[in-house]
């Protein structure tokens, strides 16, 4: 389980098509992966968005429980800010 982070503060588009304002540390994105290592290279993490973004291991465990936490992260921030995170397309 992952997250991505903001590294400059900035107006990006988000994966809908929508623009707003980010700060530095700002999520991103959650996501979960069996491939921490491979899952974003280097410059694909730079490319994301203006500035990049960081990632942040947030959990490491077993896949139903790294899908139930993905999920309630998801969610969360949803009922938080009214929007999915900004990196994330669907509520999976």
Same mark, same amino acid.
């Given at each position: 389980?992952? +997250? ?8 990006? $588009? ?9 700060? +530095?540390?700002?999520? /991103?994105?959650?996501?979960?992966? =069996? $491939? /921490?290592?491979?899952?974003? =290279?280097?410059? @694909?993490?730079?490319?994301? &968005?203006?500035?990049?973004?960081? &990632?942040?291991? &947030?959990? +490491?465990?077993?896949?139903? @429980?790294?899908?139930?936490? @993905? $999920?309630?992260? &998801? ?13 994330? !397309?669907?509520? !999976?």
């Amino acid at each position: 389980m992952y +997250e991505l982070r903001v590294s400059v503060p900035g107006r990006y $588009k988000d994966v809908r098509g929508n623009y707003a304002d980010y700060n +530095e540390g700002d999520i /991103w994105k959650f996501g979960q992966t =069996t $491939k /921490w290592g491979n899952r974003y =290279t280097r410059r @694909e993490l730079q490319n994301m &968005i203006p500035g990049g973004v960081t &990632i942040n291991q &947030i959990y +490491e465990g077993g896949v139903m @429980e790294a899908l139930v936490l @993905e $999920k309630f992260l &998801i969610y969360g921030y949803f009922f938080n800010h009214g929007h999915l995170p900004p990196g994330n !397309r669907i509520f !999976r």
